[in-house]
């Protein structure tokens, strides 16, 4: 048996990291060998620890627990949480993660006893990368690009983060799309970077004019995205510009630039660019358009959108 504890913003990497521990499985079984709770009540937690695998072999629980770190657990149960994790059996492997809120900048409170109980086992925090921290975000891409039998140039890395920023999972499909577009050679040029990637000044300039109420242009450069992408591949990172924008706007007359930085995970000087952008934009605004944008996504995913790319329009210009 083995108990992991994975924590931290980026949830890519902790997706990751399970599915390694996941293809140990047998898959013929794998509806009986891997199993995801979240965050069950105490006697149903007590139960997932105590599992016993069947006849298939090595069992993989994951057990969401970020709600527990909101509450404390007694003496009492921390003992019988402890014991049920000593005594349990050693075909089940049990994961427990807690995926923070990326841009809300907090921490679980190392002194929780059941933080302390967790971090005796295999704990690792997954922080999400900081786009200054430039050389480690080229590390991650070149592994995840040779993971993937790719080959690519360091320009072609830098037009990556350039054009993307620190969505590793973003990053990581365009990545995928690479695969296609560099087959045979599998060498990736900061050319096909460029002309097949979504950009990030791109959706800036969209954003800036949606902004400034400049519907028009906003929907040329809207129509512009979409030759390049699919609509549900320019939805995601707009959420996330949108979020941030929003932290942005609502902390400017709390916060220092430096504190902002932190909080989305930008460069300083990125920070007070985008605060000037915004100078003209409402903040209500700003959270209106992210809830209808929410709104229609969920609805496209949920096949109830009969025209989705004029409902996404729909959703940016009402």
């Not at 971090?119 to 070149?142: D, G, H, M, Q, R």
């Not at 890395?157 to 993307?164: P, Y």
């Not at 040329?220 to 591949?233: C, G």
Request: hydrophobic share 40%; aromatic share 10%.
């Amino acid at each position: 048996m083995a108990v992991y504890f994975f924590y931290g913003e980026e949830d890519y990497n902790i997706e990751m990291d399970i599915a390694k521990l996941k293809s140990s499985l047998d898959k013929n079984f794998l509806e009986m060998s891997y199993k995801v709770y979240d965050n069950p009540k105490f006697p149903d937690l007590i139960s997932v620890l105590r599992t016993q695998p069947m006849m298939f072999g090595k069992m993989l629980v994951v057990i969401n627990c970020l709600d527990y770190f909101s509450k404390s657990f007694d003496d009492k149960e921390i003992k019988q949480i402890s014991e049920a994790l000593e005594g349990n059996n050693e075909n089940l492997d049990i994961v427990f993660v807690a995926v923070l809120p990326r841009e809300d900048g907090k921490k679980l409170d190392s002194r929780k006893k059941f933080f302390k109980l967790l971090s005796k086992y295999n704990a690792k925090e997954f922080a999400v990368i900081p786009t200054y921290k430039t050389a480690e975000l080229e590390s991650w891409i070149k592994k995840q690009a040779q993971s993937k039998k790719l080959k690519i140039t360091q320009d072609a890395v830098t037009a990556l983060i350039t054009q993307i920023g620190n969505n590793l999972r973003q990053i990581d499909k365009e990545l995928e799309k690479l695969q296609i577009v560099a087959y045979p050679d599998n060498m990736v040029s900061v050319e096909m970077v460029k002309e097949n990637c979504l950009s990030n000044e791109d959706l800036f300039a969209f954003s800036d004019f949606l902004m400034e109420g400049e519907k028009d242009l906003a929907l040329v450069e809207f129509r512009k995205l979409l030759s390049k992408k699919h609509f549900l591949e320019i939805l995601s990172p707009l959420q996330t510009m949108l979020r941030q924008w929003i932290i942005l706007k609502g902390s400017a007359s709390e916060m220092s630039s430096f504190e902002l930085a932190k909080v989305v995970g930008w460069h300083e000087y990125r920070v007070k660019l985008t605060l000037q952008k915004l100078k003209k934009a409402n903040l209500k605004d700003l959270v209106r358009l992210k809830q209808n944008i929410t709104e229609t996504e969920y609805r496209i995913k949920a096949g109830l959108a009969q025209n989705p790319e004029m409902e996404i329009e729909n959703a940016m210009f009402r």
